[in-house]
């Protein structure tokens, strides 16, 4: 893609719920959490949760790793600390596989998409995608952000009975949450100021969830 687009349409192709980025086989938890008793009125914040531990790390991965491309300098950390601050295995190989879709699509869309790895994670491959389409780290962070909310909230549909007016409103009641997430994250450079912030029960669930055989989702 040599034309010239701007960040604000490439941002909403990329936010685009239907991508062929494994979204639609992923709940962002939201399925375990649902199995162990979380109702529709508690997924907004569910959603925030998410947004201030697991999301905030991807944000923050993204936006650090987007840096290093731009800086020429080595991936390799950047992956290992996301990785670092991801203990569970689930959801490391629930990343990947997104990372794995989203790559392809990238590919597809930017030949000469950066150098990645073997394997990398979601917010690795958003940063090698907004490296190539120009996108600033701030804008970066806020697809990350939104991309996690717009998964948990469509997974929602298929999980509780509700009216889509309410997963809609679930996200347009998040976007603050999400803006404010991109401005705390947009000028990490280091892979050490990645943040750990983990959530223990987001992350029991998915491993209780990855040795289950009835599911919709894998995560």
Not at 61 to 80: D, I, K, N, S, Y
Not at 108 to 125: F, H, I, K, Q
Request: charged content about 20%; overall charge neutral.
């Amino acid at each position: 893609m040599d034309t010239p687009v701007s960040p604000e349409l490439l941002l909403m192709l990329l936010a685009d719920a239907r991508l062929p980025a494994a979204g639609h086989t992923q709940s962002g938890g939201l399925e375990p959490a649902v199995v162990a008793g979380v109702g529709a009125d508690q997924v907004p914040e569910y959603i925030a949760t998410r947004l201030a531990t697991v999301t905030r790390v991807e944000a923050a991965t993204a936006v650090v790793c987007l840096h290093q491309l731009r800086a020429g300098a080595e991936l390799g950390p950047v992956e290992a600390a996301w990785a670092a601050r991801t203990p569970s295995a689930a959801m490391r190989r629930t990343s990947r596989a997104q990372g794995r879709a989203l790559l392809r699509l990238a590919r597809r869309l930017w030949p000469r998409l950066p150098e990645l790895g073997a394997t990398p994670s979601r917010p690795m491959v958003f940063a090698g995608a907004a490296s190539a389409a120009g996108l600033s780290p701030r804008l970066l962070a806020s697809l990350v952000g939104y991309d996690d909310v717009q998964t948990v909230a469509s997974a929602s549909l298929k999980l509780l009975p509700l009216d889509p007016a309410v997963s809609t409103q679930w996200v347009f009641d998040a976007l603050p949450l999400v803006d404010a997430l991109a401005e705390e994250v947009r000028d990490l450079r280091e892979p050490s100021a990645i943040p750990a912030a983990g959530s223990p029960q987001i992350e029991a669930w998915a491993e209780a969830h990855a040795r289950g055989n009835r599911r919709l989702f894998s995560a």
